[in-house]
């Protein structure tokens, strides 16, 4: 069986191209087009100071409708006042001109710097060569989910194919986000620059595909955290062309759905953690049994976002106290003398009292591409998992120098 | 006149030793003492993990009176259970022995490594020991305040006088905290290994000096924040000893003396934030004219905890949109559309827009061992100053290996 990807769903055409946005010679402008009026949902950030794009996209996918996505990297087009929204605009409509649809049909995406405006000339000329180059192959995905990228060192994609009835639908997905990363999106709200496209040709009611992808979200992008600045421009899109004939309408069509489309944003947001910016491992932060879900979410990303947490994982170094008092300092209830702390398999901390355990085992077994945190507080039901990654100095050297 | 020092109001003895807890051979515990009973107000952390000598201190400072602190640094007797509040008591017992007074006259403080049993025959015959060592001069201020020293570079401390009709006041205090800085500390909760220690000699109430120190506390210790990360040990203790003759009971005398107290208690805050770890410079960030005080504070916390911020502030980046992006994800209302940002005194963003102005010229007014982020919300009357410092990579080294 060929690969999947982002255009193995049928319908479904993309391109990337360099329009000299981005100061490196790589591909900084993205097309995806459907080949029909696409049934569409997307989350944006909650963000009070959300990009311009966003702004025009929320109005645009409103209707539920979409013919296609226009994006750009390298320079995010938030701050940047009235012109900002009229540059969105126009990106929308030279998309339209190419897909021969209405400007309305398309979401506008940036990311990259805030505050300046968007260099429209170079761009104008981008959408339109991207035009020229629509593909539906492995190599038109992979250059559009190049163009999306940023500080990202890798491409980001996830793909999966199910049984609808007799009917094979394939969902998949691209993503970006390295930076400025703790997605908090919504439907109705802004969040980080993590940016998001899902293709898939099933057929599927604009309702039920906005409160499937607002759950998804909320079990994936937004349980990443990089380093917890929800940005301007976050963007999860997904576009349903219809063109497999299988209708996702019956309950347990809908569920099977919803656990691929779960898969794949989870596989994409994984991805993110992965590669977020100096990170050289993944920390995987579970809280379980907490009072409520809500409690293990918030305690799960308290232990996330502390630099002390993250720099010690990077250190491999078994400082299990700084994982336990973050989780004190959520603002939720939370009794230590009943929890228990599990850290890459090794009981070190239980009933308030520190577990003997072997500090340079624990240290040994640190050093792998996922450190496991577990920390199971016994007193209700509620879990939770989110996803960061390591402090490094390589962090530093990203964000002390990116602007000048 | 000679250096006012936390020894210099009348009626206060104090000590430092080294009783093998730090592994660097510095002293490592404090004993300071009133030589009557004096009127005593704490804070505590807010964070639900909680250290024992939090517990205990928590306990003693209830009835408003105390004969002193003890104190050792290398190890926080956090996360220890039934053990660890026996060893605090003992801790207590002990001082109490030299100050000839009960034990729960006495406040203890624990700082350091957090799981860890506290080596108590080291620390019992430091405690006798510093007790064969106290005295009231400048000499023995500066050991008491470097042994409450963790990673901090630098001792910490701050005084002054003031006239009570014609008597002559004396406030002083010394603090440390450098990491695990996010100190939110309240009467009755927990928050960051911050420590301070306040001495007076000004006869006061303990429901006024409670009240007091709540209210200094919220407006400079509560306003550092190096990580964000509230410890389990946070403590901010003042001991009045009334030897001075000066009743502070009337509110014309109540506010001179609040004021004093603002004064020292700012004072001992920015030197927390200039020696946070791997600290280059002080980042202040005043959110002004926001919709209230509790927002503008919300903000600016925001702001002085993203690490994009930090790190920008680090290497000199003017690169403001992670200014008004990190205020916008501060969850209180915020128009972009109506602020104003200034960084070191350059206008960069108003109305929504990109203001033009030369980059490097901003960037080299960066290069200052303060930086100053001002935005003005022209929402309303909130106006407030968090205190931070710049993430570098000395950051990380430090806090990548501190328990290996």
Chains 1, 2 share one sequence.
Not at 36 to 42: F, M, Q, V
Request: some cysteine.
């Amino acid at each position: 069986m060929p690969e999947l990807h982002l255009l193995s769903p049928a319908g479904f055409r993309a391109a990337g191209v360099y329009a000299g946005i981005k100061t490196k010679h790589q591909p900084d402008v993205g097309l995806l087009l459907c080949d029909r009026p696409a049934t569409a949902a997307a989350v944006f950030t909650t963000n009070k100071v959300f990009a311009a794009p966003v702004k025009v996209g929320r109005a645009h996918v409103k209707a539920g409708k979409l013919r296609g996505v226009v994006v750009n990297a390298g320079n995010a087009n938030a701050c940047t006042g009235k012109q900002g929204e009229r540059d969105a605009l126009r990106m929308c409509e030279i998309a339209a001109s190419v897909a021969k649809c209405k400007k309305k049909e398309i979401l506008p995406s940036s990311t990259g710097i805030i505050g300046h405006l968007l260099p429209m000339p170079k761009l104008e000329r981008g959408i339109v060569e991207a035009g020229q180059y629509l593909g539906d192959s492995l190599e038109h995905a992979n250059l559009f989910a190049a163009a999306i990228l940023t500080t990202d060192l890798k491409r980001k994609a996830a793909a999966t194919s199910f049984k609808i009835g007799k009917k094979t639908v394939t969902l998949a997905g691209v993503c970006k986000g390295s930076g400025m990363i703790g997605p908090r999106m919504s439907l109705a709200g802004p969040h980080a620059t993590m940016l998001a496209y899902l293709t898939t040709d099933a057929a599927i009611a604009a309702p039920v595909l906005r409160k499937l992808l607002e759950a998804s979200s909320d079990n994936s992008f937004n349980a990443v955290t990089v380093d917890d600045h929800t940005s301007t421009n976050d963007t999860a899109c997904i576009l349903a062309s219809g063109a497999s004939g299988a209708k996702v309408s019956s309950p347990k069509d809908v569920k099977t759905f919803a656990t691929a489309l779960d898969e794949v944003c989870r596989s994409l947001a994984y991805q993110i953690a992965a590669d977020g910016e100096g990170a050289t491992k993944v920390v995987a932060v579970t809280v379980r049994n907490a009072k409520t879900e809500a409690a293990a979410k918030a305690m799960a990303r308290a232990i996330a976002n502390s630099p002390l947490v993250k720099c010690a994982t990077h250190g491999n170094d078994p400082n299990w106290g700084r994982i336990v008092s973050a989780a004190g300092l959520a603002g939720v209830p939370f009794d230590p003398d009943k929890c228990q702390l599990t850290l890459q398999g090794t009981i070190v901390f239980r009933a308030g009292r520190p577990i003997t355990f072997d500090p340079n085992a624990v240290s040994e077994s640190m050093k792998t591409p996922e450190v496991k945190v577990d920390l199971d507080c016994r007193a209700g039901k509620g879990t939770a998992t989110i996803w960061t990654c390591d402090l490094s100095k390589d962090y530093v050297t990203i964000n002390a120098d990116y602007h000048t």
